[in-house]
């Protein structure tokens, strides 16, 4: 059981580029979601998944797009990637299918660099 | 929108001593408070959470305590220890506008030995 998992877990891009996180889970959690994380700003929403064949924007979502591939899989998309796309991404799971009223399980992180 | 503010940003104590760091939110029916910890480098991992319904919850030396008139929640860690050293976060489930969590901007939680 390795929880979430995210690829890649270092990139760099140049200005312009474009990439796709991936992210998956084998606990058979229903809800998936997409953070960033900056110094001194926390966690923010970028994209969440309430259940399958469901996306939803979070706080923060332009300059991306997701896709829940199936009920494992929710990818993040940077399509130009900008240097104020420099960040560490998280992505999670939880159990339950449309709320976020319970524990959040967080994948390793990824770290981005735009140059 | 929620909007979560999370006092200190950093808070410096001596190894047994308590430590306290607290919450605002602004949205009335928010009615979920995860508290998450994440050590350096590592992944954030729940710790605690309360809902609306209870005004008190503990577990071993952490305990979290929420006051909905005034909308502000606070986790309390006593006889800290080194390992308790990390960022804190504390969340406010927002369901007014899409059910999801708002976080905090964290508390870097420095434990002197």
């Known amino acids: 059981n390795a929880g979430v998992t995210q690829t890649p877990k270092f990139q760099v891009l140049k200005t312009g580029q474009s990439m796709t996180l991936q992210c998956a889970q084998d606990m058979n959690h229903n809800s998936m979601y997409w953070y960033r994380q900056d110094p001194g700003m926390g966690l923010r929403l970028i994209y969440y998944?309430?259940?399958?064949?469901?996306?939803d924007k979070g706080e923060v979502p332009n300059g991306y797009n997701v896709s829940r591939l199936n009920k494992r899989e929710f990818s993040l998309r940077l399509e130009s990637a900008a240097p104020s796309q420099t960040s560490v991404y998280f992505c999670?799971?939880?159990?339950?299918?449309?709320?976020?009223?319970?524990?959040?399980?967080f994948g390793p992180g990824t770290r981005l660099t735009v140059l | 929108g929620e909007n979560v503010e999370q006092h200190p940003s950093t808070l410096s104590v001596q190894e047994g001593d308590s430590a306290v760091i607290k919450c605002t939110y602004s949205d009335s029916a928010s009615n979920y408070f995860p508290w998450y910890k994440q050590e350096l480098g590592k992944r954030p991992q729940l710790i605690i959470d309360i809902r609306s319904n209870v005004g008190e919850k503990k577990d071993q030396r952490i305990a979290v305590t929420l006051n909905k008139t005034a909308k502000h929640f606070s986790l309390h860690i006593t006889e800290t220890q080194p390992e308790d050293s990390a960022v804190y976060f504390c969340?406010?489930?927002?369901?007014?506008?899409?059910?999801?969590?708002?976080f905090g901007e964290g508390t870097q939680l420095t434990v002197n030995p």
């Open positions: 969340a406010a489930h927002q369901e007014t506008s899409g059910s999801r969590l708002t």
């Open positions: 999670a799971s939880s159990e339950k299918s449309g709320g976020a009223t319970d524990t959040q399980y």
């Open positions: 998944s309430a259940s399958e064949g469901t996306t």
